[in-house]
């Protein structure tokens, strides 16, 4: 397993995987992204900004995220206080593959993310997500991440969390 930028010859394996979790969401009862937000746009948009990441495992796209180095202006403004005010990485759209569910991939991913920060000598993650994401809230709370406050994102409430990283 390795992560690695995406390039557009992945978008539709991409988009596969998150109609997975679109469909999950769902099912799960949560809002999240039952509003036509994440869509085929947004996975060409990541991939050209440099933004698509997906873990490649014997060329099997099993996973993915948007991981941004640079500012998410919806985190200037919280109702609570980040543990930083510096430099950071930001983590949005995550999604895994159904094939590979409850196997880790999303911890997996994470750990991935964090090294690739370090890498880049950068020492804080950024994250939200929706109150009711429950699968994301144990992996953000499983990984040390603090619960910082409350940001606006696509105009709804979100969780939002970070996490201080240590050379490793």
Known sequence: MKLRKANLSD????WEILQQAI????????????NGYP??????????????????DNNAIIAYAAI???????????????????DYVVVHRVATSNAV???GVATKLFNMIEDLSLENNIFSIKVDTNYDNIPMLKILERLDYNYCGEIFFGGAPRKAYEKILGNK
Request: net charge negative; charged share 25%.
């Open 23 to 34: 469909a999950q969401r769902k099912a799960d009862g949560s809002e999240q992204w039952q």
């Open 11 to 14: 978008a539709a394996s991409i």
């Open 101 to 103: 569910k409850k196997q």
């Open 68 to 86: 941004i180095f640079g500012v998410e202006p919806a985190y200037n403004e919280i109702k609570g206080r980040w543990l930083t005010n510096g």
């Open 39 to 56: 869509n085929e746009q947004t996975v060409y948009d990541d991939i050209t900004n440099e933004y698509g990441y997906v873990i490649d």
